[in-house]
């Protein structure tokens, strides 16, 4: 107490949450049980397909539920999207940015984000998919592409913002980590395959956000540890070791882009394996503590007419975590990792 009133200490961190919506695709396919598949294989496609528009609505609602201060949205690439997730938030998260965000000043958001140009059928793309919703205002935005002037595709930039005047927020999206052929103008570069890609997006954010403090970054990385203790499998577990190195983080325990059984939506994809690759990373004077793993089928409600049961609201588990800032005389600057380019073929 202080001069008989009662004075609550300043709050000394947020609470972050990334979540990848696939809102890439008009619905999240779930095919019928084909001839010569195994007798256990769990009918999909009952009745119906589940709706774009049905999981964006249910999404909606447990972020408004979530608790968190800011949320970063992978895979919101169609305008129509982000203006729905933008007016239904607003309630909680008054302040967003995407790339198709226009601003009347530096604070101020304007509803109208619409155009009357079409893309297939849609209006603007949001070029990278990247949506940050906030509780607090957003300053100094900009997106940052990995490969500027090049047609790659929609993952592989960053948004960049100040988060209420005081914390860097990096909302991420990287390329998918696989030893395939990468995009053909992005190879002109020397990146000849999506592994490659994955390096250079890692090493990328160690360049640019290492040397920082306060600094959250946070998103779908694509890439993650083994877990042999939770049947986790390695994917791309050097560059991950990168931004380990680079970084703090607290992990979850649990696989965040599951295989089937886990996420019945993998299995209309034939994706088997269990994989952590949705994190919250923090720079110097910062730590990431208390993370787990949200929007589990029970969490989210959100059973259909079709009998399969509770569904997920995606082909991803969302990640939220607390970001605490340290008192100056913890914050020791962490030692550095260089990155390494590996040699391509």
């Known amino acids: 107490m202080f001069n008989g009133r009662i004075v609550t200490p300043p709050v000394n961190y947020e ?4 979540f ?11 095919n019928d049980v084909l001839p010569g598949d195994p007798p256990t294989t769990v009918p999909r496609n009952k009745a119906e397909n589940v709706n774009k528009v049905e999981r964006r609505g249910k999404i909606v609602q447990q972020l408004l539920q979530s608790g968190a201060d800011m949320v970063c949205l992978q895979e919101v690439v169609f305008e129509e ?5 933008v007016d239904g938030l ?30 297939g059928g849609h209006k603007r793309i949001n070029t990278h998919g990247l949506l940050l919703v906030s509780k607090k205002p957003l300053t100094n935005r900009a997106t ?51 592994e490659a890609m994955s390096t250079f997006e890692v090493n990328n954010l160690v360049s640019r956000y290492g040397d920082d403090t306060g600094t959250v970054i946070l998103g779908d990385f694509n ?11 390695a994917n791309g577990e050097e560059n991950y070791n990168v931004l380990e190195g680079a970084f703090t983080t607290t992990r979850v325990q649990q696989c965040t882009f599951c295989g089937f059984p886990d996420n019945i939506y993998n299995q209309a994809m034939f994706e088997t394996r269990s994989l952590i690759i949705d994190h919250i990373f923090a720079s110097n004077g910062t730590e990431v503590v208390n993370a787990q793993r ?13 009998a399969d049961g509770n569904r997920p609201l995606s082909d991803h588990y969302g990640v939220m975590a607390e970001i605490r800032r340290k008192p100056l005389r913890e914050s020791k600057r962490k030692p550095r990792k260089e990155p390494s380019m590996k040699k391509m073929p």
């Open 15 to 18: 609470v972050a949450l990334t």
């Open 20 to 30: 990848n919506t696939i809102l890439l695709n008009k619905d999240i396919q779930e």
């Open 81 to 85: 999207d982000v203006q729905a997730l």
């Open 90 to 119: 607003r309630s909680v998260y008054p302040h967003s940015f995407s790339s198709i965000h226009s601003f009347k000043d530096d604070t101020i958001f304007i509803n109208d984000i619409c155009s009357n140009s079409t893309v």
């Open 144 to 194: 940052i592409p990995f490969y500027p002037g090049t047609t790659n595709n929609i993952d592989s930039a960053v948004l960049e913002t100040l988060y209420d005047g005081h914390t860097k927020v990096v909302c991420s999206h990287l390329t998918v980590y696989a030893p395939v052929t990468g995009e053909i103008d992005v190879a002109l570069l020397g990146l000849l395959n999506y």
């Open 223 to 233: 890439i993650g540890p083994a877990d042999p203790t939770n049947s986790i499998l």
């Open 294 to 306: 949200m929007f589990r089928p029970v969490d989210a409600n959100t059973t259909t007419s079709d």
